[in-house]
């Protein structure tokens, strides 16, 4: 806690506590040593997800200081950093990745990065900083790929790169380097560099002997952006370069081009001449020194002819791709492809495209993937029936309102067709039917009402379906029969009120379905529809129209043939009434791993509900009011690892601690009624790792001062947002933060003077009882020889006369002896006056009195000795007394 921080104490309730503990005493003694301890943590503005720490778009000012050193990722992106000091990453050392993209960055300290020599990639993307500083990269030994781009950098101080000799990929793009020569001070440090980009920095000449006279490694170079007027290579400085960029802005100069030698860039593979506006000669030049290497070249909004550019393109025998974008075509004439013999990829994406003419891809005999995305199609061109090898059509984005029956004919090779945001309103019944090998059908955002048969017999080889964003409304019996590899079939937003009974026969390979946003009734659910998808893996029904009005059994649960589904979703339910659910409803998904069943107005869970899916690992019953959930309903589901139950008015999570949920990771229970965490739930969760209790308010005394602590000290369990969990009891603590108040005088004064307390009594009691087993003779001797002290003081006091002469100490067996045989000599004959006890003890007398008294009073004692003496107890204590 920082200091001045308004600090309250927490007064503790009193002893109640302290008994019930020490009554657990015990107990507890045996647990702690068997149960692992659980941890918890707390980062102001962060959170930690595996093993990055993650505090994007937090408003934050500067780096925080609580990340655990552990981490070996951190994203600060989309904050308001303006420096970066030398304290910020000193922790961290493991730190692999960097994000600080989009924040303001103006300054960096010398040496901010210097202890982050396992560092890798580095974003610095989109800040303010202006000038890179001598010593501001000094320990990035390890990085490989820096991102400095979208900067105002306009000076490079000559060292300031010279750390990062393992660089691989720069990326400096969009500052305001201005002159070459600025590239030349990074790049003669970087002798690893493979990747450059240095696009948009208003370069107005690239000469090559400013950036370099010894050749370089580069792979691939993004100069694009700039308004180079003059472009010369005088030394094979490039020997590598394969990937090379000259697109440039829209600008009224035209570029002069000047490569010595046509071998220095005779490896460039993939050109990218977009917009750029150069002599047709100089075009030609440039396009002559990639002749034998050119496998790819754009040539987006190109200002110049483009039948003539493409004409000289295609003539390089090695090139197979040739992007067209954006390059207002409005028709393609029979000739524009001619010489593209060669050409496999042909993307005329973006264009003004209405017509094509029947001959246009003629020449194009190897073409495998063609692109007609974003034009003015009405209909599928029959130019595109010509192209026996194509693998890959894209018609998506365009005005295409039907199909007919031959559009796709003798199209045995296509694997991927394209058809998505167009306006088709039907399919014809065998439009598809030569597309034996097609995998993947996108026929989504269009609007198709009436699938008329379509995949009833063809498709054999579709793995993919894309019907979401149709006006389907309903699916006939054997609709989709044809589709037996079929794996994957979206019908999401549409209007499905009806699922006829056998519509997804044939399905038997389909392991997705996607069925959400849609008018499906839980009628829909009860005609068993779902019973032939036997390989399905995942069923979604997100914002459908299920709904039960009781939980009593079904005749027939839904999914009983599922065996193999993982994931079954169903928040989002539109209604308003309240809802139950089936308690067999899961009845037979003995795979199930996830379930929601998110806002759906449940207000009860019957026990039995779950015992049919044994394997669960995450449930989310979140937006339901709940208000109770009982331990049982968890006791079949104990591989549970995430549990969402935020918003259902719980009051408390103590049903947690008989749940028995070991394995527990992830706890979401945000906007409930609880205000107490107990020790005993977080013990009873000890894999926990994350926790999320935003948004409820809670009790600040002493019943949470264990978990305040906890919260804020451990570290195994992150404990979301906890900084901003408030107090609402006790009143005059209301609004305050849990996080802050001292809670020092609960959990250490009160559990350790009850540790005291019952170690001393438990200690006291052991010794009393070992003592009284072993030492118990030992003690009832030191009892009387104390007494007999005493009565040995207070006698000497009052010297008294003997009365006796001797006290006869003997065992009543021996009495006949005594009588008749020791007494007449010894009073008889010897005139001696005897203490005996049977003649002589004073009744009422406590016995030990008597015994001391005729002690005293005698002034001797005479001890008749025989087995039975030895044996007798009062004997032994008498013969101890007079000793
Ligand atoms: C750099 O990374 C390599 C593995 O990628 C590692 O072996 C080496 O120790 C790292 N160097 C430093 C200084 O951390
Ligand atoms: C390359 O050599 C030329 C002339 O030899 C010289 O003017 C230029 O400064 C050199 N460039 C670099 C980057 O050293
Ligand atoms: C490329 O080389 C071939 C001969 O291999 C030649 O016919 C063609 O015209 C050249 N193209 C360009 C653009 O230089
Ligand atoms: C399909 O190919 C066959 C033989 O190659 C040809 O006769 C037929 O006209 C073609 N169909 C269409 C619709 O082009
Ligand atoms: C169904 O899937 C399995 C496994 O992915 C595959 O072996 C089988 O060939 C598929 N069946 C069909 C008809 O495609
Ligand atoms: C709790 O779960 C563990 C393992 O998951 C099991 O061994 C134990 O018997 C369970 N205890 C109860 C009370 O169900
Ligand atoms: C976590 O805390 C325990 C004790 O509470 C400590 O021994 C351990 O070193 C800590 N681990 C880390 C990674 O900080």
Known sequence: MTSGEKVDKIIPRGGSKCCKLSILFFCLLNISTSVAPVTGFVLKSCRISSDTAICVKSKLRAVPKDIPSAVKGFDLSVNRISRIEVSDFKNLPLLTRLDLNRNEILHIDSGAFANLTCLKKLNLNNNKLYELGENIFVGLRNLSELRISRNRIKTVASTSFKYMTNLTFLDISRNKLNKITNVHSILQHLPRLQNLFIQNNNFTTFYSWELTNSSLKLNSLDLSQNPIADFRIT??????????????????????????????????????????????????????????????????????????????????????????????????????????????????????????????????????????????????????????????????????????????????????????????????????????????????????????????????????????????????????????????????????????????????????????????????????????????????????????????????????NLALLETLAIPSQHRREKSYLPLNFLQGLTNLLEFNIRSIQLIFLHIDMFKYTPKLQTLDISSNELMDLSPDLFSPIQNLQSLYISRTSLQSLDFLIDANLTKLEFLQARKNQYSVISEEMIRSVPALVYVDLQGNSFTCDCDNAWFRQWAENDNQTQVFDAYNFVCNYPPHLKGMKLLKLDVRSCSVDIEFICFICTTCLILLFMVVSFTYQLLRWQLVYAYYLFLALLVDNKNKNKQAPHQYDAFISYNTCDEPWV???????????????????????????????????????????????????LESEWCSREIQVAR
């Open 819 to 869: 009588i008749r045989e020791l007494l007449p000599k010894l009073e008889g004959e010897q005139g001696w006056r005897l203490c005996l006890h049977h003649r002589d003890f004073e009744p009422g007398k406590p016995i030990v009195d008597n015994i001391t008294d005729a002690i005293y009073g005698s002034r001797k004692t005479i001890c008749v000795i025989s087995h039975q003496y």
């Open 235 to 560: 030394a094979d400085v490039f020997p590598n370069l394969t990937w090379l960029n000259i697109n440039s802005c829209p600008r009224k100069k035209q570029m002069r081009w000047d490569v010595h030698n046509k071998t220095f860039l005779s490896r460039v593979s993939t050109l990218d001449i977009s917009e750029l506006q150069m002599a047709y000669g100089d075009m030609k030049t440039l396009l002559e020194t990639v002749n034998s290497s050119l496998t790819s070249l754009r040539m987006n909004a190109m200002k110049h002819d483009l039948t003539a550019l493409i004409n000289i393109s295609c003539t390089i025998p090695t090139m197979l791709t040739l992007q067209l974008r954006y390059n207002k075509l409005s028709s393609l004439t029979s000739d524009i492809f001619t010489l593209c013999i060669n050409v496999t990829d042909l993307d005329l994406t973006g264009n003004q495209i209405q017509f094509i003419h029947v001959n246009a891809f003629r020449s194009l005999h190897g073409l495998k993937t063609l692109s007609l995305s974003r034009n003015g199609l009405k209909s599928v061109p029959p130019a595109t029936r010509n192209l026996p090898t194509l693998v890959e059509l894209d018609l998506s984005m365009n005005n295409i309102s039907r199909l007919d029956r031959d559009d796709f004919a003798n199209q045995t090779k296509l694997r991927r067709l394209s058809l998505y945001n167009n306006v088709i309103s039907a399919l014809h019944e065998s439009v598809f039917r030569d597309l034996i090998r097609l995998q993947i059908l996108k026929l989504q955002t269009n609007h198709i009402s009436k699938l008329n048969g379509a995949f009833k017999k063809y498709l054999r080889n579709l793995t993919q379906l894309r019907l979401n964003a149709n006006k389907l409304t309903s699916i006939k019996n054997r609709e989709f029969e044809g589709l037996q590899s079929l794996q994957n079939l979206s019908l999401h937003e549409n209007q499905i009120n009806r699922l006829e009974p056998g519509c997804f026969i044939g399905l038997t390979n389909l392991t997705n379905l996607l069925l959400q946003k849609n008018l499906i009734t839980e009628e829909q659910l009860n005609s068993n529809v779902f019973n032939d998808l036997i390989n399905l893996r995942r069923l979604d029904f997100r914002e459908n129209r299920i709904k039960y009005n009781n939980y009593s059994a079904l005749s027939k649960p839904p999914f009983s």
